[in-house]
């Protein structure tokens, strides 16, 4: 079944986000060879591809898992989480 994960930034995070990326977009990428990426991307505080110190809002990834207990437990390990 197809799940939407959102998950919202805490004001003052784009440092760790930044630093949490690397490993956040590895698990994403992961799923996506599976084939159960439907779309996943940043959120962007303001309207630009990079907002820079603006940072961003959040992240959105719909994504499928056989269960909602599986898609919440991929996402509660999540370094973005």
Known sequence: MWYVILGH??????????????????????LAA?????????????DAEDPGPAGYTGSLI???????GEARAWAEADPYF
């Open 62 to 68: 719909v994504v499928n898992f056989p269960s909602l």
């Open 9 to 30: 930034d805490h004001e003052n995070s784009l440092e760790a986000r930044l630093r949490a990326r690397p490993d956040h977009v590895a698990r994403i990428r992961e």
């Open 34 to 46: 599976q084939g159960r990426v439907l779309t996943a991307g940043p959120l962007p505080a303001i």
